[in-house]
């Protein structure tokens, strides 16, 4: 069977697995710390980075943007209305503008610091980078926070979804972005109402589910985590 390599706070990997889940695909799932290197890990991955997707014949693809087009040519062309990639070339080109804004800026920007300072450096050990988070870096991400729930409550308030007029991998990308962030409490959702209904829509689909029932060791989510109405 297909396994997925990841961590259950990658944004990347919980990308994937939105996929994944949406087509009905079957697939087995593998947790990786992505700090250790593992050398069996790095044989399938030299870049050490998740998530890793390993297909029945033990074809290897990493990265969630070309694992998604991987998804979207191999089952999105069969959806048709379900398809998470639009076939028109402009709209298809605004799913990978925004895709890329959640796993890449977005990721740079708020997602990676916390989830290093408040998850990962909990997990490691001091030889590897563990220890006591750091305040300043904490705070910078938390500022970012706002500017970008800023942009998703206006493309929630001037679109049915993200991209357009259905669902997408801009939907699933910025899902996988906020419930990490959801996770660990950083988002204050009364300055955010229009984002709040975008995300409660998304936490309603049963693609969703299985990932707001998993926990972190040593990281208690927030209360309203795994509540549609929240």
């Excluded at 300043?136 to 970008?148: E, G, Y």
Aim: proline share 6%; hydrophobic share 40%.
């Amino acid at each position: 069977m297909t396994t997925l390599y990841h961590h259950p706070m990658s944004a990347a990997s919980r990308f994937v697995r939105l996929i994944l889940q949406e087509y009905g695909y079957q697939y087995d799932l593998a947790e990786e710390q992505p700090w250790e290197k593992r050398r069996e890990f790095l044989t399938l991955n030299p870049a050490g980075t998740l998530p890793v997707y390993v297909d029945d014949n033990m074809r290897v693809l990493s990265g969630a943007t070309v694992i998604s087009e991987f998804l979207d040519e191999t089952h999105g062309v069969l959806k048709r209305d379900r398809r998470l990639l639009a076939e028109d070339p402009f709209q298809r080109a605004e799913i990978r503008r925004l895709t890329e804004w959640f796993l890449e800026k977005m990721e740079q920007d708020v997602t990676m610091p916390l989830v290093r300072e408040r998850v990962f450096k909990l997990q490691m050990p001091p030889t590897m980078g563990g220890g006591a988070p750091d305040s300043k870096i904490l705070r910078t991400a938390r500022n970012n926070v706002r500017q970008h729930m800023k942009y998703l409550g206006w493309l929630s308030a001037s679109r049915p979804w993200l991209a357009g007029d259905r669902l997408s991998y801009a939907d699933l990308a910025a899902a996988a972005a906020i419930s990490v962030l959801d996770y660990l409490g950083e988002i204050n959702w009364q300055e955010n109402p229009e984002a709040k209904e975008w995300y409660q829509r998304l936490k309603s689909r049963p693609s969703i589910r299985t990932l707001l029932t998993e926990r972190i060791r040593g990281v208690t989510p927030v209360s309203h985590y795994a509540d549609l109405d929240f």
